[in-house]
């Protein structure tokens, strides 16, 4: 008899199980501190009991170990720098959810080359988690796949669902039994709703197919995540003005959720295009010291060098530092950025204004 299934399948190839990589490539005890310590920063954050302002920065994806090293050894320094005003984490995205077909990112096509050999993505993501945790900086991730979690989770701070996934259940079921805040985006329409009814769900105790640290498929128990918020990336028009984020607050408030926004510089509120970010970063940042209290922090796509490269095959051939997938803005730029902002944060405090008046939030 022919058989019923699998018959679009070509194989199956076992991956390693969660707890043997993670025994492979350990989680330091500089890198364990690193970790917990930015998770309870953003949730203070979150909770509007830290004053600082959340700042999200790195490359649009990783595509090169050595280029997110080096990116990450400068934003440290930086971020030592600034750190009396904000909170920076860097951007480590490892997946890219695809329209259509393309590069799904290092995890799924670590080598470029169509081989899909996901269990050296998986080592190269931990290598280089571990790299920039043990500088003492905080990452930052998107979920993607739901079982990654089981493989990286230990080594995020903060972790987001994307605009194309805040609407599925599977990803809600998921962020619900994180053990870091999570930031839910607006549909890639605008539509706020989607991220709203992602925390509402996320916030709840589920139950769902995963598996377990051992490889075992299992039915995995949550008690809900409290630290979910949304992220506005924009839709059709962008979304950080100051109407969009009121009426953002608004439908929060009106959820009894907490009145914490974090806004994308890139995405639709650039436009796409890496010329927009730093416009999005100012105005939100002259909005802040304006009084606006429901802006908890920002995000910008920033790579070593700026704009984006095609990829054609042959890795040799990439500009080093130089994204394959968005725009981003340069390293001077997102330098110039930061420390403008922390100037404005600074002489605002120094002249008796408060950042971020007290916000009523329920956890």
């Given at each position: 008899?022919?058989?019923?299934?699998?018959?679009?399948?070509?194989?199956?190839?076992?991956?390693?199980?969660?707890?043997?990589?993670?025994?492979?490539?350990?989680?330091?005890?500089?890198?364990?501190?690193?970790?917990?310590?930015?998770?309870?920063?953003?949730?203070?954050?979150?909770?509007?009991?830290?004053?600082?302002?959340?700042?999200?920065?790195?490359?649009?994806?990783?595509?090169?170990?050595?280029?997110?090293?080096?990116?990450?050894?400068?934003?440290?320094?930086?971020?030592?720098?600034?750190?009396?005003?904000?909170?920076?984490?860097?951007?480590?995205?490892?997946?890219?959810?695809?329209?259509?077909?393309?590069?799904?990112?290092?995890?799924?096509?670590?080598?470029?080359?169509?081989?899909?050999?996901?269990?050296?993505?998986?080592?190269?993501?931990?290598?280089?988690?571990?790299?920039?945790?043990?500088?003492?900086?905080?990452?930052?991730?998107?979920?993607?796949?739901?079982?990654?979690?089981?493989?990286?989770?230990?080594?995020?701070?903060?972790?987001?669902?994307?605009?194309?996934?805040?609407?599925?259940?599977?990803?809600?079921?998921?962020?619900?039994?994180?053990?870091?805040?999570?930031?839910?985006?607006?549909?890639?329409?605008?539509?706020?709703?989607?991220?709203?009814?992602?925390?509402?769900?996320?916030?709840?105790?589920?139950?769902?197919?995963?598996?377990?640290?051992?490889?075992?498929?299992?039915?995995?128990?949550?008690?809900?995540?409290?630290?979910?918020?949304?992220?506005?990336?924009?839709?059709?028009?962008?979304?950080?003005?100051?109407?969009?984020?009121?009426?953002?607050?608004?439908?929060?408030?009106?959820?009894?959720?907490?009145?914490?926004?974090?806004?994308?510089?890139?995405?639709?509120?650039?436009?796409?295009?890496?010329?927009?970010?730093p416009i999005v970063w100012r105005n939100l940042i002259q909005q802040?010291?304006?009084?606006?209290?429901?802006?908890?922090?920002?995000?910008?796509?920033?790579?070593?060098?700026?704009?984006?490269?095609?990829?054609?095959?042959?890795?040799?051939?990439?500009?080093?530092?130089?994204?394959?997938?968005?725009?981003?803005?340069?390293?001077?730029?997102?330098?110039?950025?930061?420390r403008w902002a922390h100037e404005q944060l600074s002489a605002n405090?120094?002249?008796?204004?408060?950042?971020?008046?007290?916000?009523?939030?329920?956890?």
């Amino acid at each position: 008899m022919e058989r019923a299934h699998d018959r679009n399948v070509k194989d199956y190839i076992r991956l390693v199980e969660p707890r043997k990589l993670a025994a492979e490539l350990p989680l330091s005890d500089k890198s364990y501190k690193t970790v917990m310590e930015g998770r309870k920063v953003i949730q203070n954050i979150i909770a509007g009991d830290e004053p600082r302002l959340l700042a999200i920065v790195g490359p649009c994806s990783i595509h090169d170990d050595a280029s997110a090293l080096d990116y990450a050894r400068k934003l440290n320094e930086l971020r030592l720098e600034v750190s009396e005003t904000m909170f920076v984490v860097m951007r480590v995205y490892f997946e890219k959810p695809r329209t259509t077909v393309g590069w799904k990112g290092l995890i799924n096509d670590p080598h470029m080359d169509g081989t899909c050999n996901i269990l050296d993505g998986l080592r190269k993501a931990r290598r280089i988690l571990t790299g920039i945790t043990e500088m003492g900086l905080a990452a930052a991730t998107e979920f993607l796949d739901p079982i990654m979690p089981q493989y990286l989770a230990d080594l995020i701070s903060w972790a987001a669902v994307g605009a194309r996934t805040s609407e599925s259940q599977t990803h809600r079921q998921m962020a619900s039994g994180l053990s870091m805040p999570v930031g839910f985006k607006n549909g890639t329409d605008g539509n706020l709703d989607v991220a709203v009814n992602a925390m509402l769900a996320s916030r709840a105790p589920q139950s769902f197919i995963g598996i377990d640290h051992d490889g075992h498929t299992c039915i995995v128990q949550t008690t809900g995540n409290p630290y979910g918020h949304v992220v506005l990336r924009g839709g059709k028009r962008p979304n950080y003005d100051p109407l969009s984020i009121e009426e953002a607050r608004l439908q929060l408030a009106g959820h009894n959720l907490p009145e914490a926004i974090l806004v994308d510089c890139s995405h639709a509120n650039s436009k796409k295009k890496f010329q927009g970010q730093p416009i999005v970063w100012r105005n939100l940042i002259q909005q802040i010291l304006a009084g606006n209290d429901a802006v908890i922090g920002l995000m910008l796509e920033s790579n070593l060098y700026e704009g984006n490269q095609k990829y054609g095959g042959d890795p040799d051939a990439l500009k080093y530092g130089v994204s394959i997938t968005d725009e981003c803005i340069s390293w001077e730029t997102t330098e110039s950025l930061l420390r403008w902002a922390h100037e404005q944060l600074s002489a605002n405090r120094s002249s008796g204004g408060s950042v971020f008046p007290h916000r009523s939030i329920s956890m």
